[in-house]
């Protein structure tokens, strides 16, 4: 199935599909979900997709800072809590 | 994109993320526990770097937002009463120390960078942002950071609210309620926003 052939009830589902893959969804909407992308390969594609985005953003954070900017962080504390006020900013 | 196959589309799409504790390293803190203030004062400055670099400037904008991020932490980390608010209000601070940068800047355009992408420190060295862990397969850290270059490119084309939301829920891992109260904004709008947002950088991504 193409795009161009998603139906209204498609587009009410996707209108759901981050709740879904948030599992965010009650039992009764999320087999509802489920059933319409079981027999749906349009929106199954679509939030396969849409949760390969996720994926990719979710791997894309939380990283740790490269060393030259965590050496001059450590030095901003040390300096910090050395003279026990705020110190300049080391650039 | 990779394609990854037929799945279990009811799984959620989760991420191993090392969550720190930020309550603990508070009431730490209080006690005068030196190696939990320092701990405090550098996730701080982590996550005004990563604040800056993927929602809101460039690499000068990160520098004056760290040093915000860690005077602010450094005053008054020790004195909220409700250490379990500290994460929201660190990532709160954070938000303003980059909007207050952004400001002194008005005149220069946004840039979003990559956390792969090189750039120049204040001595004009080049510098790599972050290096790819060599003990993965290399073929697949290509990839990982193929993609990351790419889904930085589109970022830099989400509009400021939606590009931030995703930040906080997805790259920074905060619940709905932590990144409402960051943003000021209901559940339901960050729900709204993060939905939106990531429709658009899939269309975009698939495109590619």
Redesign the interface.
Known sequence: MKASTRTVRCRAFLERLSLYIDDELSGPARRTVTLHLRGCPCCHELADSLRRTVVLCRQSGGRRLPAAVRARARARITALLAEGRPSPAKR | ????G??N??H????P??EPDYAALVRAAQTGN?AA??RL??RA??VA??FSL?ACGGADD???A??EA??KT??YATRIRNPEAFKTWLYRTVKNACLISRRRRVDEPARLLS?DEPLH??EGRE?????ADPSKDPEAVAI?SR??RQ??RVLRRLPGPYRVV??LR????LSTREVADVLGISEANV?TR??RA??F??QE??ER
């Open positions: 994109m990779t394609k990854r037929d799945r589309l009811s959620r799409a989760q991420t993320r090392e030196q203030v320092e004062l550098m400055q982590e770097y990563r993927m990160a520098e004056d760290m040093q860690l005077l450094y005053r956390l420190g204040p510098r790599a942002i972050d290096a990982n993609l990351r889904l930085a995703v930040f997805e790259m920074e891992g729900k993060l939905h990531r429709l950088l899939r991504l698939e």
